[in-house]
């Protein structure tokens, strides 16, 4: 069983939630290529995708199921692959009781396929389909979820996996997914409604679980052999936790960081920190004896087990000495030298001292903006999608981004249709970036996808709390 205290004080039940606490009992063996649901494909046409009600096993102590929202009805939704430079082409049935779309998270993709509802489609009401045609230019780590009311939908399940594959694929025995989330549910396993865009998560750290998933089920159990070569994909859907997951006697690597390559490096102590939207992937050669166990706790709050590796009798497979590299995208570089600035100053929140607040072209103080329309956040003393874009850029023109975080509050950056970089030759690529309270960083752009395109902190109730904008790159 894996869980958590809730970290927001003002729950009714939060003395109770300790019979939650407890070690998680060995569950039945969850490989990884028995995790890749069936994608169902019209012959010759898409793969057909249907956002519906569906239930999850996510507590383990209780029999209920929990009611979930899920892509096809389950959670994780199906991992859909594709070759790089492939064609992705998904329709999206929407048998919800609201308007959905689905974004694809770090695709750098086509505009009008970026589905973010008011911005580049309508959202597509309940009854109605709407297909995602477009191809995917990087191989690597990426997901999908939808774009409307995504504080609501991702918490109740909606989000799956999208791999995007390498020609010449690295030579590993298994290639685990790894999609942790959290959940606050109630005691009989019910989805914790009521607190649906809560001011106080809204204002504070968002909307933290008290019940963390791996891959939809309580606990991620996965059987390795000893000496074999594990590629792990962990991708983070919690609408807001930052998770801080520490390797118990395993030696992973970092091969890749928000689905783009990185030159390999170790972790520091075997611990790892992935904001909310990131992927990391590892390498990790399995070095256990046969019969030992290995995991991966999580440690953001108390110390949880959240995979297990549970080593085979087979006899050794001998361990390989090369380090794998992952080739690289070929991303276009922004120049760094000539990069025009922008300046993006995040402030507001819980404790925060913004004076002013523009929200719909109207000037409002803090409490009031809070009391009259549920915001709490600006960019650039702006709540919400504003009219006019934070930057417009040419396309071939190179943008710096000067951030910075005026707040009390760690933020989750996140640029669509583009990867952006920090300064120094070894800077990875990202598509999210974690801004620690009180920090400033400086990004770079390099702008050679048209089209309009959203910024916002990927702290989902942050996110609706005012900390969205976008930015337009024209031909
Ligand atoms: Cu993962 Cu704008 O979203
Ligand atoms: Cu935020």
Redesign the pocket.
Do not use: I, V
């Given at each position: 069983m894996i869980c958590m205290e809730r970290e927001t004080m003002q729950s009714p039940h939060q003395t109770r939630r300790n019979f939650l606490t407890g070690a998680s009992a060995a569950g039945t063996l969850l490989l990884a290529s028995r995790f890749s649901a069936a994608v169902a494909k019209v012959p010759g046409g898409p793969i057909l995708l249907e956002a519906r009600p569906g239930s999850a096993q996510l507590l383990e102590t209780v029999k209920n199921r929990t009611s979930i929202w899920g892509f096809d009805g389950a959670v994780p939704g199906p991992v859909i692959r594709v070759k790089q430079g492939g064609e992705v082409w998904v329709r999206l049935k929407n048998s919800l009781p609201q308007p959905t779309t689905i974004?694809w998270?770090g695709i750098r993709i086509d505009n009008a396929m970026d589905g973010v509802a008011g911005l580049t489609q309508e959202p597509v009401p309940p009854g109605e389909s709407f297909d995602y045609r477009f191809t995917a230019p990087d191989a690597g780590t990426f997901w999908y979820?939808p774009?409307n009311r995504s504080w609501e939908q991702v918490a109740r399940g909606l989000y799956g996996t999208l791999i995007v594959e390498e020609p010449d694929a690295p030579d590993v025995d298994q290639d685990i997914i790894a999609i942790i989330d959290d959940w606050r549910l109630g005691e009989d396993g019910a989805i914790d409604e009521e607190s649906f865009g809560s001011m106080r998560d809204k204002s504070h750290l968002g909307r933290l679980g008290n019940i963390l998933s791996i891959n939809g089920k309580f606990t991620g159990e996965f059987g390795v052999r000893s000496g074999e070569r594990i590629r792990l994909r962990l991708i983070n859907t919690c609408n807001a936790r930052i998770l801080k997951l520490r390797f118990e006697e395993l030696n992973p690597y970092v091969i890749a960081v928000d689905g783009q390559p990185v030159t390999p490096y170790e972790l520091d102590h075997g611990l790892v920190t992935i904001a909310p939207?990131q992927r990391i992937d590892f390498l990790i050669d399995m070095t256990g004896a046969a019969g030992a166990t290995q995991a991966i706790t999580e440690v953001s709050q108390s110390r949880l087990v959240a995979a297990t590796f549970n080593y085979n009798q087979l006899p050794a497979l001998r361990v390989r000495t090369s380090k794998l590299k992952l080739r690289d995208n070929g991303l276009p570089h922004p120049d760094i030298s000539s990069a025009r600035n922008v300046d993006l100053i995040m402030t507001g929140g819980a404790m925060g001292q913004a004076d002013k607040i523009t929200y719909k072209g109207t000037s409002y103080d803090m409490r009031q903006l809070v009391r009259e329309h549920g915001m709490v956040w600006a960019f650039n003393g702006n709540a919400g999608m504003p009219k006019e874009p934070l930057f417009s850029a040419r396309i071939g023109e190179s943008i710096a981004v000067r951030m910075d975080n005026d707040t009390r509050w760690p933020h989750a950056m996140?640029f669509?249709g583009h990867h952006f970089r920090e300064a120094g030759p070894s800077a990875p690529w990202h598509d999210t970036l974690l801004m620690e309270a009180g920090e400033k960083r400086t990004i770079y752009l390099y702008a050679d996808n048209p089209g309009k395109w959203?910024i916002?902190c990927?702290m989902l109730e942050h996110q609706a709390g005012g900390m969205a904008s976008w930015f337009e790159v024209k031909a």
């Open positions: 974004h998270h979820h774009h939207a996140h669509h959203m916002h990927h």
